[in-house]
């Protein structure tokens, strides 16, 4: 039984115990050594804050101020304050020596003493007459010793120095001590300290354990230890007691008796048939049924001997059972009855308490009974889930540790790994395994980062239900509030821990990876909204897929969004002229060996989404009438071309697709050498041409990542990030996201305030300008089709032939040639298709085939086509193949329905 002393003050500088207890307790549990949260928290002045500090200094608690910064705290938990509690609270009249009084004595008396040495005594008047006890003689701290310290003598503990009781309540440790912490979530401060925090972390660790051994509880009754089975086995084994071996030999007699009859009987059947040897096989029926007779009256008298022992036996049993229930439903009704059957259920669990079972069986039982938990949850503790990954990793896996340690946190499990001699490319090709050896973890979760502190150390992540939850929604940033300087601050997403992803996009180019509902467009957007809050840039968006929907409602935001391959290629073509001929500025502007983006001299940005789209658009090509043949967009050698000379003039381009495969992007390799890659869910085969084949093994395995399916986002909008130093390991970060009408919010708000113009030296390197681009994107969107013609002019010139002619259901092709050649002979005139040796019928082939590939040419852009049909002429019968003229009027916007 340990006595507490609440004295309150100690020594002469009215230090309060309790205060400098509170003060060891908040600097510990802190680890934060600063004096002006200590006056902050403890509500208390400057000057005695200080006092406090140097208390806690000479207590040991804290290290020797450092000026401005916080002062180093020496003490890394609190249950190890028990010597600091000794000395603020210890038996007998030693006590702390206080700050006032060392300062007192001067710098050579606390060198030479150490803390504490000096009892605390009650103050004596040294002026008048000499007292009649004797007291400890002071000490000259003006003459330190510097002689080695002397070792302590152990003396007997000193009585009171007063005679009044001590004051306090009395523990006992019965009281305080805890049981067995198997768990290991034992609170780290110490019960024994009686703290307000000692308290309730007690208070919550002993709900903890209460609500474990019912979870223990409900866990065995699924076992064979269960109440239930236990019910069961006991009933069945009183009911094997009542049944005996009377019983038993009983119902075997009966068995053997009637099996013996009908032996007999078929016997009988057999020799009432029989041809040959029929008086053998009677004599053989009649000896079988003379058995039989004997076997039934064994079996009758057995019978009978053993009625009357399971009847005695029922009697001793079932019967005082039943008076008893019958008694207590007499005397207390429904509940007596039901109180009864409780111990009837009682009483048969104690009876089938024992079981066997096998080695395995009892080593499962035992891992439930032990609380061991079956399945992952976050809510299990680090070393539960320690000792299940140490034993999947090792056992099943088969990899040799060398250290292992459990991190949790909100989104699950942290599990740091250093190997024995070997690197993680074992775990990373078990990764399918491991999550088979820890029922409750989702397919494809467990993420592994090979560490680039050191080859044998790497972290796995085992995320939980809800494991981006510390993602927050895409930050609001308000127009022209972002410079290129301080883009790569601007956040984009943020890993499980809430760690924030900003990409580096001053001059460096993106490319963005990610299959179909991967989350890329969110990504994107992600960016773009921190593009198109910049007050220096200018965003050219292409976009050949979709429509310009990637975009969301930022393209209101964005200076030009180019939809069809002859649109962006005017885009990209004022792009490349003003990133190959700004180098020229760079000495006259005094910038250096780089653009200088600012306000009056901003940057460029393309934005293509939908890049496999915008290849196979470019390979399309259009028909070139001068050239007579079909000529390639080379959208995508454009893009090479900027991505290879326009960075250092701050003109660069972020490209998203679905691959980076042959099949995809045919021979645009260069993607994979852009600085900054973002791999959302894409395929195994992407990873390795963008990171190369051994970084499957480092933990990069966004083939691992499950897209967004029906409802169920999944991994939608989670990617790894390879952009330098900054982002060089296998973390997965999400995309902050944002609600698409945010995002139109934004988009109008940052055009109205206006959109950056191109300064006038870089406008001079292009015969196309800023302007004319813009003015044809705002024109798409006011007419919602395409800043061209919706009609093509080949289109409407055979809409005019046709209308020459009557508009007859249907033409040949030569005869439209023909009409063309009058209506536009500089073009289609025969003689336009003359050749060494031609005729004229090889005149008439050669235009019809100029014709036929100039229409699917035009056409083609739009995604429309216009096929040979059948139609009948006028005062025929019999119909021709041809161009008919209602596939002519849906081109041309005449018949919208196809009627």
Known sequence: MTEIDTTTEIGSSALDRQLLWQAAELLVSTQFGSQSMLQRKLRIGWEQTRLVMDAMQELGVVGADQGSKARDVRIKLVEDLEPVYEALYGDGPSATMLPTAREAAGPAGLAAVPYPVVEAVEPVDFTGSAPEFDFPQPIDFTKPDLAAPAEPVDEPEPEPEHDRAVEGTVYTADEWELRPDPEGDRPWINPALRTSEGRKARARYIGRQARRRARKAAARQRTVHGFVPRVFRGEKRMRAWVVGVEGAKARADVNLALATVKEADRAARRAGRALMQRDKKRAAAQALQLEAGKQLVVAEATKKHAQRAVAIRVGVSYVPLAVADLAAFGFADVWGFLGALVLNLAG???????????????????????????????????????????????????????????????????????????????????????????????????????SAQSRNYCVIRVPGPNPWQAVPELPYRAPQSVSTKEIHQAQI?????????????????????GASRSGKSTILRAILDALTAAEDQIIIGIDLGSAGSGFGGLRHAMHVVATTPAYA???????????????????????????????????????????????????????????????????????????????????????????????????????????????AACDKDDVVQILGDGMLAQGWRADR?????????????????????????????????????????????????????????????????????MDASAEKFATGGD?????????????????????????????????????????????????????????????????????????????????????????????????????????????????
């Open 348 to 450: 048969a669990s104690w009876l089938g308490r024992d079981v066997e079972v096998t080695e395995e069986e009892m080593e499962k039982l035992e891992q439930i009974e032990a609380g061991v938990p079956q399945e992952f949850s976050v809510g299990m503790t680090p070393r539960m889930f320690e000792q299940m990954m140490r034993q999947a990793l090792t056992e099943d896996l088969k990899v040799t540790l060398s250290a292992l340690r459990v991190d949790p946190h909100a989104w699950g499990f942290e599990i740091h790994v250093w190997l024995d001699r070997m690197s993680p490319e074992k775990i990373s090709a078990g990764l399918d395994l491991l999550e088979a050896c820890l029922p409750g973890v989702r397919t494809g979760s467990i993420l592994l980062q090979q």
């Open 493 to 513: 997403g943020a890993d499980m821990a809430g760690r924030s992803l900003a990409l580096p996009m001053c001059r460096t180019n993106v490319n963005v990876v």
């Open 705 to 773: 990542l499950v897209p967004a399916m029906g409802d169920q986002l999944n991994d939608a909008s989670v990617a790894y990030v390879m952009a330098g130093n900054a982002y060089c390991e296998p973390i997965p970060y999400r995309a902050c996201y944002a609600t698409d009408d945010e995002l139109l919010r934004r988009g109008k708000e940052r055009a109205a305030a206006g959109l950056v113009d191109i300064d006038a030296e870089s406008a001079k390197f292009s015969r196309i300008t800023l302007k004319q681009l």
């Open 569 to 679: 290629r005017r885009a990209l073509q004022w792009a490349l002229d003003i990133g190959k001929g700004r180098p020229a500025l760079f000495g006259p502007l005094d910038m250096g060996e780089n653009w200088v983006t600012s306000r009056k001299r901003p940057g460029i940005t393309v934005v293509v989404d939908e890049f496999p789209a915008l290849v196979r658009e470019s390979r399309k090509g259009y028909y070139d009438e001068e050239a007579k043949r079909q000529v390639s967009w080379d959208l995508d050698g454009m893009l090479a071309e900027l991505a290879i000379t326009s960075a250092k003039s701050d003109v660069t381009e972020i490209i998203a697709g679905q691959g980076v495969t042959k099949e995809k992007v045919k021979d645009n390799t260069w993607l994979v050498e852009l600085p900054v890659q973002v791999l």
């Open 787 to 899: 800043p061209q013609d919706t009609v093509p002019q080949l289109i409407t010139l055979i809409r005019q032939v046709f209308q020459a002619l009557g508009d007859p259901s249907g033409l040949q092709l030569e005869e439209i040639a023909a009409g063309l050649g009058r209506v536009d002979p500089d073009r289609w005139d025969l003689a336009a298709f003359d050749g060494d040796g031609y005729g004229a019928a090889d005149q008439e082939r050669a235009r019809a085939a100029a014709l036929k590939a100039a229409i699917r040419a035009v056409l083609a852009p739009a995604g429309k086509s216009w096929t040979t049909d059948s139609y009948r002429r006028p005062g025929e019968k019999n119909t021709v193949k041809g161009y008919c003229l209602r596939h002519l009027k849906k081109l041309t916007g005449e018949d919208t329905d196809g009627s």
